[in-house]
């Protein structure tokens, strides 16, 4: 069974920066495809970006919508990924989610049913 247990949410003013962590334990962080999804109020849970862990590199992926403002990174010796958010928009406002994936080879890695383990989520608010 793996925990994960998101921080670093809050509010910014748009055009800012914020970066969220997400700390794993319980299973073997390094094998895991790592991701955050966000969930607004009134819409539906959005993929945001993902990390897949290989041999010699990592393979990131993202949403359109954060794509060139987000980066995605993991520090397996931390048993962390982040993920970190640059000009912040109001439309960004949402709960983050953390997420973990033993494989992606039936959903792919954008689909929220790919991953078996989830984080409580953590707020972060984009004021205007």
């Known amino acids: 069974q793996v925990q994960l247990v998101e921080s670093g949410g809050g509010l910014v003013q748009a055009g800012g920066s914020l970066r969220l962590s997400c700390a794993a334990s319980?299973?073997?962080?390094?094998?895991?495809?790592m991701g955050w999804f966000r969930h607004a109020a009134g819409k539906r849970r959005e993929f945001v970006a993902c990390v897949i862990a290989d041999t010699a590199d990592d393979f990131r992926y993202y949403g359109n919508s954060v794509k060139g403002r987000f980066t995605i990174s993991r520090d397996n010796a931390k048993n962390t990924v982040y993920l970190q958010m640059n000009s912040l928009r109001p439309e960004d406002t949402a709960v983050y989610y953390c997420?973990?994936?033993?494989?992606?080879?039936?959903?792919?890695?954008?689909?929220?049913?790919?991953?078996?383990?989830w984080g409580q989520g953590t707020q972060v608010t984009v004021s205007s």
């Open positions: 319980g299973g073997t962080f390094s094998s895991y495809v």
């Open positions: 997420a973990a994936a033993s494989s992606y080879l039936r959903y792919g890695v954008r689909a929220s049913e790919t991953y078996d383990y």
